[in-house]
């Protein structure tokens, strides 16, 4: 009789468990779907915003284009001359329309990464090229009286294999955000070999640096660090996020280097070539 009231009670535990683990199953696939829901809705939702930044930045450029268009031609008084009050007029809606268009671009670009729109085009090229390049396109911009653009000549590495306009790039947010907050001194641009298949560029200022806790945000989309020198500089945002995004798909890495009132070196570290790839010459 007492084992017969046992094995009356061993079951109906069983039973018991059994049922609850039929409940835990039944909630854990409820709670699978609902993350595929929830999944699925950020895939749209991300779907949604890059086609809307893409969108957006296509019919903007089409009006700033004209814009740009019609100011040079009175920049350079094609029409007639104008006078000097104008000249300052037609300077200022130009730089805006200049500016404007370069946040355009950095949403263009987002929208294109994140839509895995982004080819890469490698290919051998020669670092004195490149830095010759940059040197010329930020040559008509430099105050040489208050900031000096130093490029270095490149340290045991002649040449390189990757996308040079991506790189490029790269290079010409970090230089173009040095001599944003450098008022006076320099900005340095160097390359050089690190181990037997690496490249460190890096572009150090003399500018007004960033505190070490503000280091892990500044790659980061939309991300602007809040200064008095900043308040007066207009930007998306996006422009060391677009880097770090550029970087991953060069097979490398960003960082920075950076302390107040001494500087910042923002740097780039990626391979020479793939690993097997040989160079052509």
């Not at 037609?90 to 805006?96: A, C, L, Q, Y």
Request: glycine share 8%; with cysteine; aromatic share 8%.
């Amino acid at each position: 009789m007492a084992e017969s009231t046992e094995l009356m009670r061993l079951q109906a535990e069983n039973a018991s468990l059994r049922q609850e683990l039929e409940e835990t199953n039944q909630g854990v696939l409820a709670l699978y779907a609902e993350l595929d829901t929830q999944a699925l809705q950020l895939k749209q939702a991300s779907e949604l915003k890059s086609r809307f930044l893409s969108y957006m930045s296509h019919e903007f450029r089409t009006p700033l284009g004209s814009i740009l268009s019609i100011t040079g031609l009175l920049r350079d008084q094609l029409d007639g001359p104008l006078n000097d009050e104008q000249q300052k007029q037609v300077v200022f809606v130009r730089t805006s329309a200049q500016e404007l268009t370069e946040m355009v671009n950095d949403l263009l670009d987002l929208a294109k990464i994140e839509a895995g729109r982004i080819t890469i085009s490698p290919g051998w090229f020669d670092m004195f090229d490149l830095f010759a390049a940059l040197r010329g396109t930020f040559r008509p911009i430099v105050d040489s009286e208050s900031v000096d653009l130093v490029f270095e000549e490149p340290v045991g590495i002649t040449r390189l294999f990757t996308d040079d306009k991506k790189l490029a790039q790269i290079l010409r947010n970090f230089i173009s955000n040095a001599l944003k907050f450098t008022l006076r001194g320099e900005v340095r641009v160097s390359a050089q070999l690190v181990g037997e298949n690496e490249v460190r560029f890096a572009v150090s200022d003399t500018g007004i640096g960033i505190p070490e806790e503000l280091h892990g945000q500044l790659f980061e989309d939309f991300v602007q660090i809040d200064s008095p020198l900043q308040k007066r500089l207009r930007g998306t945002g996006l422009g060391l996020s677009l880097c770090k995004r550029y970087a991953e798909l060069l097979g490398g890495s960003v960082g920075v280097e950076s302390n107040p009132t001494v500087g910042s070196t923002f740097y780039l570290v990626m391979p020479v070539s793939p690993s097997g790839e040989e160079d052509d010459e």
